[in-house]
């Protein structure tokens, strides 16, 4: 079989209609995509002779404030947060709009003293990058119910970023004295 190309003139209507066609719409991936998420785990303590260990997983979203600042930091010479920080939210569904500033489905809670903790990395390896060799470790000193984490670029307020944000697989019921050792994966790889 043989094949015989030949230029087809449209008009200018047409030739834009074709054009418009062939874009990738803003938001969505082309072929070679890849995939940013992230998978947290959850290890709540309760010391005593009625204590229990409770590990829970769970994924969640990276926010599009936290993907355009991937995207700010690694391609456009962007300001980079150099330590991040874990939080713990109440009930309500993180969104890809939330940002610190505003994410009006959920709010932070605090059943514990002190600002965020420090997420501390062990290094990129395999388009991943984790904390889970130095966990944040919340010393919880009120009861409470927490329903989930989030990752910021600042200890205190909401002048900073929010990069991430999730629920637990369920909440968990907390009283003075218990530990929650929060551990975030973050990867970006090609699917």
Known sequence: MQTISSPIRLGRAAAADVMA??????????EGSRHTGGRWRLVHVRPGPFGFVNVG?????????????????????GTQDTTWF??????????????LASHGTWAEITPYAGNRLAWVDGGVTGQSVDNTGSPAAFAINA????FGAFLAGVDTGSAG???AAGDFASSRNVINGDTLNV?????????
Not at 183 to 191: D, L, N, P, W
Request: hydrophobic share 45%; no cysteine.
């Open 161 to 163: 970023r929010l990069y």
């Open 143 to 146: 009861t409470d119910e927490v």
């Open 86 to 99: 874990v939080g713990l939210k109440d009930t309500g569904t993180p969104a890809a709009a939330d940002t």
């Open 57 to 77: 997983k769970w994924s969640n979203i990276v926010v599009n404030e936290g993907l355009d600042d991937l995207l700010d930091v690694t391609l456009s010479g």
């Open 183 to 191: 551990e975030a994966t973050f990867t970006s790889a090609a699917v």
């Open 21 to 30: 066609a062939m874009r990738i719409p803003t938001g969505q991936i082309a």
